[in-house]
Structures are given as C-alpha cells and as structure tokens.
C-alpha cells in the first residue's frame, strides 16, 4: 500500500510530524502556536516539516523544538533524540538560510578611487599654483649666460645688430657709480643670430632707412645703455678697456655712457665728441636722431 499524504518522509517522521500531529489534535493552529511562542509561523512551518536548514544553528533549532515541545506538553528530550538522529552532518551556518537569500552582495570597496581622486586633485592643484606663479616657462630654460646686473634675460634683447670685439667678454669691473654695478659677473648682450655690421660698412654708407649705426670705443672700462624710440634695450653691456661696441639702431636713440671721457663715439662713420660731463660726474646722456646727429 502507498504511503499517504501523512506518511510521507519529512512530513510526518521526524520530530516536525510529531509535534504537527499534536498540535491538530489540540485544535491549535499555527498562528496560536507562533503567537504562543513569539516567532514567526514561517519558523513553525519549518519545524513541523523538519526543515531546521533554514533556522540557522543547530542550536536555534533545539531550542524552538523544546519551547515547542512544552508548550504542547511532548517530552522535549524525546524530540530532540530523534531530531539528533536525523540532522545532517556538517557545519551549518549560523544565519537561517531565508535570511541569507535576503543578504545583498557587497560590491568592490571604493575608497582606492577615492583615494586617486584626491592625489589626482592635488596634483592639478599643484599645477595651476606654477602656472600662476612662474607661466609655463620651466624654471630651469631661463639663460641665466644672457642676464645682466640682476635683469631678466628677456630685458636684455636688443632690438637692432649688435657686435662685439672679443675683449669684450674678458670679466670687467663695474665702475663706481654705475647704475648697472651688481655682484654677478658681466657678460656680453650680443644676441645670437644678429646681424653682424661688416667691416667698412659705416663707410660705404650701407645703412638702412631710418637707422643709425653707433660705434663706442672704449680706453678705459666704462658702460653703455642704447634704448630705441619704442623703450626696448638696444645695447645694455659693459665695456673693457681696448675693446668696441657697434650696433644698428632706428632712431631716435637714447645713448647713457658711464666714464664718458674715456669713450669715442661714432655715428654712420663720422666721429662726434662726447659732451664732457657735468662736474664731480663721469656719466653723460645723450640721444641720437635719424640723420646722425648728437643732441
């Protein structure tokens, strides 16, 4: 004969069928027997179809069998015997299995992308200060060779051809005095790539429209500063004794010569006297105009 619906394993064998069939023969139902023993009916249903997985710990399931045991007035050490008999070996987790359905997964932790994020901030941060501060010229591409009496190099530009007889890059005292006497050691201000004014040039009167060609000889150390109608720096260098400075200019120019007697000037050529100084002093200015003449 078949086993029926009361007699099939999980239903009726164990200690889940057992406490079923009392609990019918009391004429209690599930909710009075959850609301006697304050858990849910879910967790009575799975007691009395011996489904302890989903209780968690084998240790919540004896005590719900024996709570439930004495509230129907059952020999509690009975049930918990056949309840030992028939539990399954292994370490079951201590979170019921309808609760562990219900826990989410966790995602990966964000705090390395967190952590990115502000280095990364930092570092733009770190740049718009340079950028404020210096531009975007390195501070290492400035030629500190090129600057003059403390001058950014950028100052020192000069604005026509500029030559320079190779005494002139031998070290030279500033004299006394002078606007430009500074610490640092002098260097020429020829830049590179300028026009170079031939020998003879002043001569042939090869000059171009509007310009003027100077030429300072110097006996003694002294210095020089040429500036264009426009501001800009033509000439801004020292001279040592024995050596020349030539350039070419648009004029008008404005000529200021430290140690003014011991300098000759020549203009396209020509040779104009210096006027001398005021007394007690060695620096004259003067300035130069489109047809060469000193004023």
Request: no cysteine; hydrophobic share 40%.
């Amino acid at each position: 004969m078949s086993p029926t619906g009361d007699d099939r394993p999980g239903t009726d064998e164990g200690p889940g069928g057992r406490l079923r069939h009392e609990r019918e023969e009391r004429g209690l139902t599930v909710q009075q027997v959850a609301e006697e023993l304050k858990l849910d009916a879910a967790a009575i249903i799975a007691l009395e179809q011996n489904d302890f997985a989903s209780l968690g710990a084998p240790v919540f399931a004896r005590g719900h069998l024996r709570r439930y045991a004495t509230l129907l007035g059952m020999p509690d050490h009975e049930l918990l015997a056949d309840y030992d008999r028939g539990r399954q070996p292994g370490d079951p987790s201590l979170i019921p299995r309808a609760h562990l359905e219900r826990v989410p997964e966790r995602s990966a932790p964000r705090w390395p992308w967190v952590a990115g994020g502000l280095v990364a901030l930092a570092v733009a941060a770190g740049i718009v200060g340079y950028v404020s501060e210096y531009g975007f010229a390195l501070p290492w591409g400035r030629d500190e060779g090129s600057e003059l009496a403390g001058a950014p190099a950028s100052d020192h530009v000069p604005a026509g051809s500029i030559t320079s007889s190779p005494a002139a890059t031998r070290t030279t005292p500033m004299p006394t005095g002078s606007p430009m006497q500074s610490d640092t050691t002098p260097v020429s201000t020829a830049t590179p790539g300028a026009q170079t004014v031939p020998q003879g040039a002043m001569a042939s009167g090869s000059v171009a429209p509007g310009a003027v060609t100077l030429d300072f000889r110097f006996a003694q150390d002294s210095w020089v500063e040429v500036f264009d109608g426009t501001g800009k720096a033509v000439l801004y260098d020292l001279g040592a004794a024995g050596s020349t400075r030539t350039l070419t200019a648009a004029a008008p120019l404005s000529v200021t010569i430290g140690n003014a007697p011991a300098v000759q000037l020549t203009i396209n050529g020509r040779p104009v006297p210096l006027p001398a100084p005021e007394a007690g002093q060695t620096v004259i200015r003067v300035s130069v105009d489109a047809a060469g003449t000193l004023r």
